[in-house]
């Protein structure tokens, strides 16, 4: 099932996706800048194969829900989100802003 929802952030919407898979979940939360996702994200391929698309994005690892992904520290970031000042450490609510 995919569910399709949105999240407010200190007045903003940004979209959440939800797809529950046989034994996962995949969870994403975007704005029209960039994304943050669950663990099966690739950064690495974000960075090396696909650079010159300057994807805004940041993986989180071990969430379940849009809530957990809203809280949890990015485990990685793309080269572009580091020059938006996106870094791993930071929860996810913080990077969708700075993707606002």
Do not use: W
Not at 13 to 42: Q, S
Not at 60 to 85: F, H, M
């Amino acid at each position: 099932m995919v569910t399709l929802l949105p999240v407010q952030i200190e007045g903003h919407i940004v979209m959440a996706v939800e797809v529950k898979l046989p034994k996962t979940n995949l969870v994403a939360l975007y704005t029209d800048r960039g994304y943050i996702m669950c663990g099966a994200l690739d950064v690495g391929l974000l960075n090396e194969k696909l650079a010159e698309r300057e994807i805004l994005a940041g993986r989180a690892v071990g969430v379940r829900s849009v809530s957990d992904l809203l809280e949890a520290p990015l485990e990685s970031v793309t080269i572009e989100a580091e020059k938006q000042g996106i870094y791993a450490g930071m929860k996810g609510r913080d990077a969708l802003l700075r993707m606002i």
